[in-house]
């Protein structure tokens, strides 16, 4: 044995040494923390040398992750174990970029990267006027390390297909797990409406969150399926998945679920009569328009319907569109309400990301409140995708979730008609769908400062961005249909 191998074996032998008494000593002085240490030296290495097995890893966590505020363990809203992973993810990925050893390059310049960049980069300029600047950067960095995971390295990840169908199916099966959770306890309570907002605790904080996150898989689990040279087994499991989830669809009691799902299938429609996007945008303008000149007639004829949220799905469907008497249409309203009074008091910069639940109550009319409404803040946020950023970052960012939501479906349209291979445009549709099941609900609600969205949100941009620069044939790159 030479000297350097002596000296190597000693090394280990030291280090293992220091290791064991390390965790005596804490087993001794009842510091069971010391026990996670181990999982914390294998999380380090699968950073370093296996990041894209870590970022499945988070995947398939993320469903069952639970968030320290909820639980009262800490007033930190932090998501375990997901978002402390999620930020070392994003250290290793800047570091990357400083070390010039990152990802691949054409990433950075392609057009939904753009967009992306002035995005964050309006958000960090935001965070400078904000009226809480901790609670923006917070919000910033939360927004940060999902991008860099779940866009930048899922990209990079995705160029092998295999991947791309894992991080789905990984998610999915803990989603799945965590919805036969949810319907044993509602069982519990005969599947009543008032035990459907909360049986799916701690594991989702409202079923509405939960329901969202149900329909964007919606889509999924239907491309899967559909997807040829699959085994048995797998589309055996996928079926079974899929009357799991269509199930806890139904259950969750979440109308805006059941309207996002409509309105993807219409949208799936549209795709398949091979329909030019700008002639949707011109219609989607028009009915627009026309909604926005009749609002206070059609806010007017729906104060006739009283029919109020229901066990029965007939009365609850139709509760949707009560504004006189259901609670939460009207706490709804009087969010959306204070939304844009804050926009008018600061139009330009807004107040400041994450702000809104921290702000809003002085700016409560006494007209609109209801039952449920809070000055505390802890009754969520603006309950819209678009209204959210305009109270807090102002016009811009409105702007910029609007020329991203179109970025994205430019891009979905274009690579529809362009895939030859079943299975790829499979994948194109299964994505885009579910992300605009996600836009449709973000009409009513806004989910994407948790981890239950935020993930699939940006893995399905990440979906669509590597299938058009890794799996799309050169020869249909130059076809157009958007």
Known sequence: MTGESRISKGLIYLLSGCFIAVMCVGIYLEQFLVMLIPAALLVVWAAIYHLDHLILFVTLCTPLSINLEELEIAQVGMYLPTEPLLFGILILFLFKLLSGKSIDKRIFFHPISYILYAYLGWMALTCVTSEFPVVSIKYLATRLWFIASFYFLATHMFQDLRKMRSFL??????????????????????????????????????????GAVLAMYFPIIIGLWLQRGMNVLLRVMLSIGFFILTAGIILSYTRAAWISIIGAAAI??????????????????VVGSVLLIGWDDIVMSLEQNKQESSDKLDEHVSS???????????ERLNRWNCAIEMFKERPIVGWG??????VYAPFQRS?????ISTNQGTGGNAH??????????????TILVLVLLYGISHLSFKLFYAMESRNLKLFVAAAYLGLMTYFIHGVLNNYLDTDK???PFWGFIAILVA????????????IEHS
Not at 467 to 478: E, V
């Open 169 to 210: 199916l990984l998610y999915l099966f803990t989603l799945c797990i965590v919805i036969i959770y949810t319907i044993s306890r509602h069982a519990q309570y005969g599947f009543d409406k008032d035990s459907a907002h909360w049986v799916m605790e701690p594991l989702f904080k409202d079923h509405t969150s939960y």
């Open 268 to 285: 799936l429609a549209v795709m398949l009569l091979r329909i030019q996007l700008k002639h949707v945008l011109m219609v989607a303008t």
């Open 320 to 330: 949707i569109s009560n504004v006189s008497s259901d609670a939460s249409n009207l």
């Open 353 to 358: 990301p994450g702000t809104y639940q921290f």
């Open 367 to 371: 007209k609109d409140r209801t039952i």
């Open 384 to 397: 819209s995708e678009y209204l959210g950023p305009l109270s807090e970052q102002g016009i811009p960012g």
């Open 453 to 455: 969205a935020s993930v």
């Open 467 to 478: 299938l058009d620069l890794y799996h799309r044939k050169p020869s249909a790159q130059n």
